[in-house]
């Protein structure tokens, strides 16, 4: 049965994130066939990214601006995304499972006495229901979900979900919708990010981790070297950020950042259970390691064992030739 699905899109420094796209392709699937409405909210002009979500696959997209949303609060959020949700009244919504996404969400649901599932990172359509699946325990199992009654409410995992081709003969009605913002007792002074330039290490590609093993703070430069070549970000263990050789921004694992790039490579990262759970689930795994006994060995899909300080520049090297 054809639903009328809501997406909040994403913008951050007046760009709409990866994972806006990606959500608007999942919820293609849960509508079945039925009608895209994507919502984003900021304090400047959202026309362009309004836009661009048509371009990937919204029907209509409905902005809210107010000087109050010129940063995430949950407070600001809640009352534009219920007030968008009050005129639409959809079967279903869907979000991106970021920073963002995971403190809004609960909060909306809540609201609307409804159900979430969050974090997915498959939807199906299966014997007539729209199936999502979703990681458990830490990522060492999955479980698959069905909503049987009410509000179909998901977010879904950066990289997960490819996102629609991008289309620049879509068209969509562009509104901007008024919401009287009120009562925010949340103060922005300032937003300090700490995540590598570039490429934000939750929605990268290739993320090339570094753990105890790169020994100091310039040993991670061979690393930024290999992650600049292959256009991806660097990631740590919490060995690393313990020892202080970088940023706890960096943190890879069940206390730290989630990923699941294309390509994952652990430099001298032993492969604690706390680090698998935040990167068992990429696609492609390498490690590199001295120990040939070392527990990541057991999740990769390709093992060398060896020197970091040797491998890493020499594969730099060979990525370079290939581009030349
Ligand atoms: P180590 O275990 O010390 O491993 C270093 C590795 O580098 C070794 O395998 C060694 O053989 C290799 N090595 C050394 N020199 C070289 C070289 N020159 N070339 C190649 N290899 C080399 N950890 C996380 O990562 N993320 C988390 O979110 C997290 N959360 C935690 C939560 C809790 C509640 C607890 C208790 C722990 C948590 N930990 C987490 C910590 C985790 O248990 C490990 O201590 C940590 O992951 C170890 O980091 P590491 O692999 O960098 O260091």
């Given at each position: 049965m054809s639903k009328k699905i809501v997406v909040f899109g994403e913008v951050r420094d007046g760009e709409l994130r990866n994972v806006s796209f990606e959500a608007v392709a999942a919820a293609k699937l849960v509508s079945e066939g039925g009608e895209i409405v994507a919502a984003v909210f900021g304090d400047g002009s959202l026309e362009k990214a309004a836009q661009e979500l048509i371009y990937y696959g919204a029907d209509r997209v409905v902005t809210v601006q107010n000087e109050t949303l010129k940063t995430y609060t949950s407070e600001g959020y809640a009352q534009a995304a219920l007030a968008v949700i009050e005129d639409e009244d959809p079967e279903g919504i869907v979000m991106g499972h970021t920073a963002a996404g995971k403190d809004l969400t609960p909060k909306l649901a809540s609201k609307l006495d409804s159900g979430l599932i969050s974090d997915v990172t498959s939807i199906e359509v299966a014997g007539g229901n729209v199936v999502f699946t979703r990681p458990i325990y830490s990522g060492k199992a999955f479980e698959k979900k069905i909503v049987t009654d009410g509000l179909i409410f998901a977010t879904v995992r950066p990289n997960n979900i490819a996102p629609l081709e991008r289309d620049e003969s879509r068209t969509g009605e562009i509104t901007a919708k008024e919401v009287e913002i009120k009562d925010i007792r949340t103060v922005i002074k300032e937003v300090l990010r700490k995540s590598t330039e570039g490429v934000d290490l939750s929605e990268a590609k290739v993320v090339i981790a570094g753990g105890r093993g790169v020994k100091s703070k310039e040993g991670f430069e061979p690393l930024q070297e290999l992650a600049d070549a292959l256009g991806g970000a660097v990631g740590a263990s919490r060995g690393a950020c313990d020892a202080d050789y970088?940023?706890?921004?960096l943190q890879i694992g069940q206390t730290g950042k989630v990923v699941t790039p294309d390509l994952y490579i652990a430099c001298g990262i032993s492969g604690a259970i706390q680090h698998l759970a935040g990167m068992s689930n990429s696609k492609v795994i390498v490690a590199i390691n001295k120990d040939p006994e070392a527990n990541i060995f057991n999740v990769a899909d390709y093992g060398i064992v060896g020197d970091l300080f040797d491998v890493v520049p020499k594969l730099t090297e060979e990525i370079k030739k290939l581009k030349v």
């Open positions: 970088c940023d706890y921004s």
